[in-house]
């Protein structure tokens, strides 16, 4: 079985930053693409950012230019720097990936969410 664990989230002011973190565990046979979604009270899930295995990378319209996402395969872990944070980049946020554990088969995993609270 895997696991992924988000961390990082936390409350900010208007035009701070964050850097989440998104640690898959378990027995794991490969990661495939890995992603960020987000989800505020009483809204629908979004896509926020997705990278895949050979580091491609795609952001929502909303959020280029101030999101970073990134990973570190050596350690099955996916990152999202945000910075010039808003009000609106309040939300809870999941990471997701793509991955086929041991005598397993490929499917999607989600984490429990972290919690971004941007203050005006």
């Known amino acids: 079985q895997a696991q992924l664990a988000e961390s990082g989230g936390g409350l900010v002011q208007t035009g701070g930053s964050l850097r989440l973190s998104c640690a898959a565990s378990g027995s794991i046979f490969v990661i495939n693409a890995m992603y960020w979604f987000r989800q505020a009270p009483g809204q629908q899930r979004e896509l926020v950012a997705q990278?895949?295995?050979?580091?491609?990378?795609h952001y929502a319209d909303s959020v280029k230019g101030r999101f970073t996402i990134s990973r570190d395969n050596a350690k099955n872990t996916v990152y999202l720097q945000m910075n010039s944070l808003e009000p609106e980049d309040t939300a809870v946020y999941y990471c997701?990936?793509?991955?086929?554990?041991?005598?397993?088969?490929?499917?999607?995993?989600w984490g429990q969410g972290t919690q971004v609270t941007v203050s005006s």
């Open positions: 990278i895949t295995s050979n580091g491609r990378t």
């Open positions: 997701a990936a793509d991955l086929t554990p041991r005598a397993g088969t490929l499917k999607a995993y």
